[in-house]
Nanobody, 123 residues
Framework: QVQLVESGGGLVQAGGSLRLSCAASGRTFSRYHIGWFRQAPGKEREFVAAITNSGSSTYYGDSVKGRFTISRDNAKNTVYLQMNSLKLEDTAVYYC????????????????WGQGTQVTVSS
């Protein structure tokens, strides 16, 4: 069992930066690959980024590639999403999720989900 709690969301101007955190409970955190997803009002959930359980590999959605960076600190049971050069279209609720399989990591069939944190980008 893994419980995930996101934090770090807020209001930021376009072009600015935010760092989201995903804190996990449990001693088995290092077994799980972690993904970030987002969902804007009236839109489908979108894959943002993922990182392997060891942190050795990452994968990004096309819309954030080159602007966002995912990382993790297994000693702190935390995954981070550094978001730079934010755009209006990055406005959404951001969720982190955990699963043990890496294949098709961009698909939303994860075992555990956090409650989400709101990111609002203003002009």
């Amino acid at each position: 069992q893994v419980q995930l709690v996101e934090s770090g969301g807020g209001l930021v101007q376009a072009g600015g930066s935010l760092r989201l955190s995903c804190a996990a409970s449990g001693r088995t955190f290092s077994r799980y690959h972690i993904g970030w997803f987002r969902q804007a009002p009236g839109k489908e959930r979108e894959f943002v980024a993922a990182i392997t359980n060891s942190g050795s590999s990452t994968y990004y959605g096309d819309s954030v590639k080159g602007r966002f960076t995912i990382s993790r600190d297994n000693a702190k049971n935390t995954v981070y999403l550094q978001m730079n050069s934010l755009k209006l279209e990055d406005t959404a609720v951001y969720y982190c999720a955990a699963r043990t399989a890496w294949v098709l990591i961009y698909k939303g069939n994860y075992d555990y989900w956090g409650q989400g944190t709101q990111v609002t980008v203003s002009s």
